[in-house]
């Protein structure tokens, strides 16, 4: 029998090569312009670093008073296979500068925030999976094995693993593995690019998108590890309470849900932001299951749309949130 890991990929409303409304690789960079015209004013596209195989840009976009202390940060992306957060990032920088104008909350948002968009964390896996090379490249493009050729199957470091937070506790060592975490603590290129960014912002909150292949984790928000009554970890979690809230699973009832248990202790950017640098952060897992148990991580243009948007209005809600607990102090 096939693993879950091939056969639920497989599965009937899983789109391969990506529908026509997925932004490709190739497209990214005209479609970050176009985004800038909506308000050149408030936004800038930026580049934070390069990949590290291939010197791809990691691109960004700065939305908002650059004057504002503080900053929200957004990415969409770190596993190659999980496109839908690079569209839902993209569709929330669209959000946030068509309603700047307009006199309701977001407006206030880009006044006292900064808002760092990068869709992609990992432009070599976006590129493998969004041309239509392979679809499950989750890894960067990083030649683990020194044979000077892309395995696509093999080769790289889940970047989610690379963050210097209790890497030494993850056993991911074997470089075939693709949760391999790299020869050292934020040895990617990648990671270094966001661990800069870090230094010099001020963020005030970080969420990051997934869309995980295995179903299991599906329609959750992961919060970071070590749950504790701290205050930070607290308001961490009544943030993605109110996130989980207001998103409708795309195929079952009731709505996403904040995962309860103990969430890992490796080297993921959820636990470097909150420990390392006092950011409530949490990770959500778009991408539903169907009624059969398979995971949806690639659905046709329909869905996608409906996903995008219900996560677009979650982040707006949380933003909400924040802005209101920044004017309560
Ligand atoms: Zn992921």
Known sequence: MLPCLIS?????????????????????????????????????KRIIGFSSAE???????????????????VIGQHHGEEVIGVNVSLALAEKLLNNYSQEDKQSHLLENYQVWIIPTLNPEGFRIVSSGIFRTK??????????????????????????????????????????????????ESEIQAIIALAQQ??????????????????EKIYLPARS?????FQKTQTLATIYAKEVKKDYLKGTYEVYAGNTSEVGNARNFFFYRMGTPAFLVEIG??????????????????????????AMLKVFEELEKRKKEK
């Open 8 to 44: 639920c990929m497989q599965a009937k409303g899983n789109v391969y090569p990506l529908d026509s409304k997925y932004v490709k690789a190739e497209e990214l960079n005209a479609k970050l312009d176009k985004i800038v015209q909506i308000k050149p004013e408030l936004a800038e």
């Open 55 to 73: 010197n791809l840009p990691v691109y960004a976009l700065q939305l908002g008073n650059k004057n504002a202390e503080k900053a929200i940060l």
């Open 138 to 187: 989750r890894k960067n493009n990083r030649d683990t094995n020194n044979n000077h050729k892309l395995d696509l199957r093999t080769d790289g470091v889940d970047l989610n693993r690379n963050y210097p937070i209790f890497w030494d506790m993850d056993s991911e060592t074997e470089i075939n593995s693709p949760y391999y975490k790299g020869s050292e603590p934020a040895s």
């Open 288 to 313: 539903g299951q169907n009624k059969r148990g398979q995971s949806i991580i690639h659905p046709a243009n329909a869905m996608l749309e409906k996903i995008v948007e219900k996560n677009v209005q």
């Open 201 to 218: 912002e001020n963020f005030a909150l970080a969420i990051f998108l997934h869309s995980s292949i295995s179903g299991a984790y599906s």
């Open 228 to 232: 504790n009554d701290s205050e930070l």
